[in-house]
């Protein structure tokens, strides 16, 4: 049986690329052995089969081709002193002299750690924090997943001319600074990781608001953001941030195709059809962060968000929702996270349990807030809440300055549907 | 006789196949389903979900140790099983050769061991 040859090759890329990084010490003479080596692989495979180890050949054939390179393009200058790790090239030129292009290369067996060890690497330079966070998702997009600048600016919705620069200024970054090729270690660790999880968050939720507004072409920064949570979850397998995060995307994902209707309206998530929510996206990420939890780790910030995701993901209604449970994670997450999106999340889970006055109260606290001034989901739950207790007024005012902020279509048409039940229905009643 | 049938592939694999293509390997799977019940074969099989779900136990003394992943780091992981009643080897191995990760990973045959000896 032939096997199809793509995906093989797509699974093989992030990690040929990461050690051809180490071997040749440099990132773009990296990408482009990698090219040739994939070229390669698709004539010689077609012909003689997929080799026991697809990575392991690959390297070998990149690294022999961007030797052949060096050496050719190595005029004045000898090509030891061009290469970032001189000693590595000539120790690998000098293993493989005469059939280094013949398809039955002796191919060493790599240590899989080392394999790893490469993949952070690769992971941690791309989200190294001297980048900006565009920097890095783009970084990662085009090194890690092997993307070419046109599919970059598709999945971020820019040109592709801000991606050649965002990509030329992270490069130049990366130089003066010398960042070094290595794992952060010890304290440096995990406020790296974060750093790591928080670019994948920010890849795969550029897909999730921009298909909330309408444009669906975003779902494949949502599929990308998961693969690589899926990466980085085998690669950080005794911490549960990264499946914690996975299970997070994975359940927000699942539940994307209630949160708007037929029309491409915004669907609220009490009125949402769970039939169209994706139960085997929930399984999978229920099956996650159940795994996490039947470990006793810790909790962390993703954990929290997983946890009330996977709730809501397994209520079959609204009302069977454990709004309890919810009220208490958001109050858990705030001790992780200091972003006052939290306590509104919160106010408004207090909402469904009956304690309309404590959210109104925990609304009020937030009002100076500079972070939530201009944020819709805000002034959205003050109307709520502010209807629920009857203080019409303020709920009016608050609904008119959510309709204001809503930056989508079917955000803002939902608003105004509120806001008019609120004038046309003057019995409206307080307190639920 | 009884044949575990266990299917070892890596998991990007997978990961980096499209719906389409996933779609492809699971009628291919389809197929070997058929064809087993065609010949009246008692079998069960199972997909597993990816090894980030998994969760290991060990007892030590009285102490019931929970660890992260599955038991084995290994480049292939465990994806899935058939178990196949059949007359010989020769039949499971058929049977293991149609199963489409044969071609992208690994299909390790191993009989199941009634402990008959014992009983």
Known sequence: ?432 | MQYMLLIYEAEEIWESKSDEEKRAVLADHGVLNQRLQADGIDYSAGPLMPTTTSISLRKRGAELQTSDGPFAETKEQLAGFYLVDVESLDKAMEYAAMIPHVATGTIEVRPIDTHDDLM
Request: one cysteine or more; a negative charge; glycine letters at 4%.
């Open chain 1, 1 to 432: 049986m032939q096997a199809e040859l793509g995906p093989i090759l797509k699974a093989a890329y992030p990690q040929v690329v990461a050690t051809l990084t180490r071997v040749l010490g440099d990132m773009d003479r990296a990408m482009d052995a990698t090219q040739d080596a994939l070229v390669k692989a698709l004539q010689t495979w077609q012909v003689e089969g997929v080799p026991s180890q697809p990575v392991a050949w690959l390297v070998t054939v990149g690294r022999n081709r961007a030797i052949d390179v060096l050496r050719r393009d190595a005029k004045s200058a000898s090509w030891e002193t061009i290469t970032g790790d001189a000693d590595n090239v000539v120790h690998l030129a000098d293993e493989h002299p005469a059939e280094r292009w013949s398809s039955n290369l002796d191919v060493a067996e790599i240590n899989l750690s080392e394999l790893e060890d490469d993949m952070l690497r690769l992971i941690f330079t791309c989200c190294n924090p001297l980048l900006t966070p565009p920097m890095q998702i783009t970084l990662v997009l085009k090194v890690v997943l092997g993307f070419n600048t046109n599919e970059i600016a598709r999945t971020l919705l820019t040109s592709p001319a801000t991606v050649e620069k965002r990509i030329t200024r992270a490069k130049q970054r990366l130089k003066d600074a010398e960042v070094e090729y290595v794992v952060p270690r010890g304290e440096e660790l995990p406020e790296r990781l974060q750093a790591v999880l928080r670019a994948i968050y920010l890849l795969f939720n550029e897909g999730y608001t921009r298909i909330l507004d309408g444009n669906l072409m975003r779902g494949t920064a949502m599929a990308e953001a998961i693969r690589l949570g899926r990466m980085t979850s085998r690669l950080f397998r005794h911490n549960p941030e990264p499946r914690s995060l996975l299970a997070l995307m994975l359940l927000n994902n699942a539940r994307l195709p209630g949160r708007l209707d037929a029309q491409g309206h915004f669907v609220p998530l009490h009125a949402q059809d769970r039939a169209r929510w994706d139960q085997a996206m929930i399984r999978e990420g229920v099956a996650l962060i159940d795994a996490v939890y039947a470990a006793r780790h810790p909790p962390g910030a993703y954990q929290i968000q997983a946890a009330i995701s996977a709730i809501h993901s397994q209520a079959a209604t609204a009302e069977d929702t454990d709004w309890p449970q919810i009220v208490a994670l958001y109050g858990k997450l705030a001790e992780y996270d200091a972003s006052p999106v939290v306590p509104v999340n919160q106010a408004a889970a207090m909402c469904f349990v009956g304690q309309t006055h404590q959210a109104v109260e925990l609304l009020e606290t937030l009002a100076e807030a500079p972070q939530l001034r201009d944020y819709q989901p805000y002034h959205a739950a003050c109307g709520y809440a502010y209807a629920l207790v009857g203080s019409r007024d303020k709920a009016r005012a608050a609904y008119h300055l959510a309709i204001e902020l809503a930056n989508s279509p079917p955000q803002k048409a939902y608003l105004q549907a509120r806001l008019k039940d609120l004038v046309d229905d003057p019995a409206h009643e307080s307190g639920r």
